[in-house]
Each structure stands twice: as structure tokens, then as C-alpha cells.
């Protein structure tokens, strides 16, 4: 069974950072591309970021870019989203996706999708 875990949500005032981590099991990622997004009480899901099975290349949604740093260890399975100067408007359920296609993960179909990890910034 592969399973997408989430981790590292939480409370944190604006300014603040956090990592959050998705650990990948039941099959490897090591060649697909992984993906993070969220969904913001009342809004539709949104796409964050993307990191290639190699790790060079990158894509993040603008409202993030300079601030959010999307990276992976293949060798642990495990995707990670670097979150720093984090604002109000960062908050939201934040989501892990796997796909072996970039297209897919980037558009939100990716085939495999983890629970999500709470991040709540306060003002």
C-alpha cells in the first residue's frame, strides 16, 4: 500500500518558519516527481511547489517563490517544504503529491496524495 505521511505543521506567528516533511512509503519516489500544495478554509486547492525526481528543477507559485524551498532525499523517500517569512495568508492544510508525470503533479492529478499538515500563522 503506498501512503504519503505529512509532517511538521503547526501554530507559528507571521514572520516564522517552518519544515514540513512527506515521507513516501510502499513504493519508491526516487524517479517521480513530488509536489506540495494547499487549501485554505473556504478555497480550492492550490499548487505551492514541485521538485523533479533529480531535485534541479523547481517550480513554485509566485506567491511563495523567495520564501518557500521545496527539496527531496531520494535515498529516504521524503519530500521536504522549507517555509520561511511565513505570512497569515500562508495558512492553510498543506498537501504531499506524487506522480511519475511533472505535468501531473503540477495540475493537481497527481495519482497519490498524502492526508495534509495543519499550518496556521498568526498576525
Known amino acids: 500500500q503506498v501512503r504519503l505521511v505529512e509532517s511538521g505543521g503547526g501554530l507559528v506567528q507571521a514572520g516564522g518558519s517552518l519544515r514540513l516533511s512527506c515521507a513516501a512509503s510502499g513504493r519508491t519516489f526516487s524517479r517521480s516527481t513530488m509536489g506540495w500544495f494547499r487549501q485554505a478554509p473556504g478555497k480550492e486547492r492550490e499548487f505551492v511547489a514541485a521538485i523533479f525526481w533529480h531535485g534541479d528543477k523547481t517550480y513554485y507559485v509566485d506567491s511563495v517563490k523567495g520564501r518557500f524551498t521545496i527539496s527531496r532525499d531520494n535515498a529516504k523517500n521524503t519530500v521536504y517544504l522549507q517555509m520561511n517569512s511565513l505570512k497569515p495568508e500562508d495558512t492553510a492544510v498543506y498537501y504531499c503529491?506524487?506522480?511519475?508525470?511533472?505535468?501531473?503533479?503540477?495540475?493537481?492529478?497527481?495519482?497519490?496524495w498524502g492526508q495534509g499538515t495543519q499550518v496556521t500563522v498568526s498576525s
Open positions: 503529491a506524487a506522480d511519475d508525470i511533472w505535468s501531473t503533479v503540477v495540475a493537481g492529478r497527481s495519482d497519490y
